[in-house]
């Protein structure tokens, strides 16, 4: 057989059929490139008994077997593919590999870009180690990388120029509401600096993911991909962050040995530039991986859900049986919406990663119980501050707890008679991945009122 | 006729080893060669082909050497090696004892019933 290099039907109906082959991960260009060198064999020898070139590629494809076989027939002997796919991804996918690269070059310019940004306001003479603008550091954290890590996503889904602008609108009234408040010149950040600094990042967590979601952020799918991302990317950072901390500890160790203190090269340059940079590679890192290795959230959420549920049962037993009251004196509230947010991250996993049409099963029995469980601890607990809340005065933490136990304490409320509802067999699963995906805007409006209205509010306090 | 798959599968070893040991060859003419031994009883998907060759290659039996076809395309031709040679002649022994073992019984069975004794059942 003559190689013809000129577009006759069969060459592109080859070409077709390399493209989709080399989408599967498993399946390397080389070996794309062996089975491709069999096709064309097979498709001469059956010209050559006087088929068409049309029926001998169609007759030769069937011969060559469903690609799904094949792939996972490689998958089998090549299991070490899977895994290397997490460092060399884009070459094996069947992205064109210019575009993979260019995606790896955007991520680490990116993550230089974090990098040096926190470093940019030392050139104005602000500087971290110094206690006064410490608080400038605290309050702006979110903007050295939140920024770019929606550019990211804008640039990767290829968004609108509209969505595109309303992003950097919503980025632009950040800075503002987070620096044009009156601030007392201190090293000490306010109640209500504090309450900014931790809320920011929550509200625009928001703009992130509907870039990340791309033109999907309507859908219940794509909300439930960003919340998939969201705890992939918190896993990766954890991972990346121990790795750091080894770093960090040999860097420290070993110019100590030598009598050199490297302790500000890692408080002023390691620590900082690495946690920024480390949100962009996390990122790319968990998009690169997607599909290839089962997501750990899941996993980590199986595991953890019923020792949970077992650990507050007890509590709740503990608490009927010896008559104490729950100590207010110490700041339970915030014990106790952390609980709750851990509660429904465990719920959001299980739904993220439950199949929708499955019956119900053991593990959501636990499930239910374990919700059922937090909220009743949770009201016991909200009964015993009600009772004292006047005591205590309402000052701007204690509001913004109560008010995030509040929304946490609805959405689980909710959840809880979905799930039971489920359980009963009268409504569908898909009903409570609907109401989870509908209330993750509610906690980032409630981020930006606490942001935007307490400190006028509480008096700049 | 169709072969059982288990057959297929266990007969590929040897089968494979046994053509790239007659020469140097590929993929597409060790199927061709196959089909021309079992008279094309003996059909594989063609994909399959290529995962159990690599699994040979890995395992020391074969090697792959990337050549040129005579249209000039890019073609990978297998070699067996010496180690592919030992394994072809263990699996051969081991074949042929099952293969005796079958012409003895498929003889056993077309002779006329009582001709021979069979071994005595215990209690």
Known sequence: MTVTESRDPLEAQIEQWRAYLRRRQAVHPVDVEELEDHLRGQVAALVAAGLSPDEAFLIAVKRMGALDAISNEFAREHSERLWKQLVVAPDISGEPSSKARSEMLVVFTLALIAAVAVKLPTLFGLDFSEGEDLPFYIRNFSFFVLPLLTGYFVWKRGLSRRTWGWLALAFAAAVLFANVYPSEESSTLSDTEALTALHLPIALWLAVGIAYAGGRWGQTAGRMDFVRFSGEL????????????????????MFAAIGVDAEWVVQ?????????????????????????????????????????AVTILVFLATLVWTGRAIDIERDVLIAFDLLLLLVLGLLLYSISARDPEAPPGAFDLVLVLLLISALIADMVALANIAARISEFGFTPNRVAALGENVILLVNLGWSAALYLRFLRGTNSFSRIERWQTGYLPVYSIWAAIVVIAFPPLFGYG | ???????????????????????DTYGYAILKRVSELSGGELQWTDGMLYPVLHRLERQGYIEGNWGSSESGRRRKYYRITKQGQAQLTEQREQWQMVDTALRNIWLAMSLPAGSITPIPQKD
């Open chain 1, 234 to 253: 918190f896993i990766y950072y954890v991972l990346i962050g121990l790795g750091g901390g080894v770093l960090i500890a040999f860097t420290i160790g």
């Open chain 2, 1 to 23: 006729m169709d072969i059982n798959k288990d057959l297929v599968a266990a007969s590929a070893t040897p089968l494979i080893l046994a053509i790239i040991a007659e020469g």
């Open chain 1, 268 to 308: 002023d340059w390691l620590l900082p530039c690495g946690m920024l940079g480390a949100v962009m590679v996390g990122s790319w890192l968990v998009e690169a991986k997607q599909g290839v290795i089962e997501n750990m959230a899941p996993v980590l959420t199986r595991l953890f859900t019923a020792p949970f």
